[in-house]
């Protein structure tokens, strides 16, 4: 790919609650998956130092807004959000949503007006089991189907790992790469020559040895941007 440009973000980072709505949500749960993505930051942040990228990090809990969610989204906000006034959730937004999406927004633009191809990584995590099922999977590459670049991108990063690693690699698992999220926005603002969004899903129990390394050198390799 001609002018790569790679950028990593990270919706879910923080589980921080702003005081007017911290009484609404039990305390007990900001410590859970439930508010935010467990382990992934300190992943995003660490892969975007090794590649030397921007890094874009979510400053507020998904429980209170879910950046990862549209705006017409039923799940935007929390069962224990839904209810406070819609000024209130409108400036929720305006503070936290907007000016997360738009610097990203801003970042890829400049690369695409300077005729490079972005590759944005958003890296999110999921617990090893979900109601009784143990998910089988360590790394989980979602992308969109109906854009090729992102497919063959997943499925030559997917054939590395396996290669250099014990990494188990599923395709849009446990989620799927077209479903609404932060990626599927930008899809539908920049063509498929000049943007690839592809979630990273971590399994939560994963602990594999030189993780980093392996997985900064299979972007080297599959995306061929100079590290």
């Known amino acids: 790919m001609a002018n790569p440009a790679v950028l990593v973000s990270?919706?879910?980072?923080s589980n921080f609650v702003p005081k007017d709505y911290q009484s609404l949500i039990p305390a007990t749960i900001l410590k859970t998956h439930r508010a935010y993505?467990?382990?992934?930051?300190?992943i995003a942040k660490r892969l975007a130092a090794e590649l030397k990228v921007p890094?874009?990090?979510?400053?507020?809990?998904?429980?209170?807004?879910?950046?990862?969610?549209?705006?017409?989204?039923?799940?935007l906000f929390s069962s224990w959000t839904k209810k406070i006034s819609r000024k209130e959730k409108q400036q929720i937004v305006a503070s936290y949503y907007r000016p997360y999406r738009n610097e990203i927004e801003d970042t890829i633009v400049g690369h695409v007006n300077n005729g490079k191809?972005?590759?944005?990584?958003?890296?999110?995590s999921f617990t090893p089991s979900l109601d009784g099922v143990v998910r089988v999977c360590d790394i989980g590459l979602l992308y969109d189907p109906k854009r090729p670049q992102e497919m063959v991108f997943c499925k030559k990063m997917a054939s590395f790992l396996k290669k250099n690693s014990k990494i188990i690699v599923r395709l849009n698992y446990p989620y799927k790469g077209a479903s609404d999220g932060l990626t599927s926005y930008f899809r539908q603002i920049f063509d498929a020559e000049h943007y690839l969004g592809?979630?990273?899903?971590?399994?939560?129990?994963?602990?594999?040895?030189d993780f980093y390394e392996v997985l900064t050198e299979g972007l080297r390799q599959v995306y061929g941007s100079p590290f």
């Not at 990270?10 to 980072?13: G, Q, S």
């Not at 993505?37 to 300190?42: F, Q, V």
């Open 117 to 124: 191809t972005v590759l944005h990584l958003a890296i999110h």
């Open 198 to 209: 592809i979630e990273i899903e971590i399994n939560q129990g994963l602990a594999i040895k």
């Open 55 to 75: 890094f874009f990090s979510g400053p507020i809990c998904r429980l209170v807004i879910d950046l990862n969610r549209s705006l017409g989204s039923k799940n």
């Open 10 to 13: 990270c919706e879910h980072a």
């Open 37 to 42: 993505d467990l382990g992934a930051k300190k």
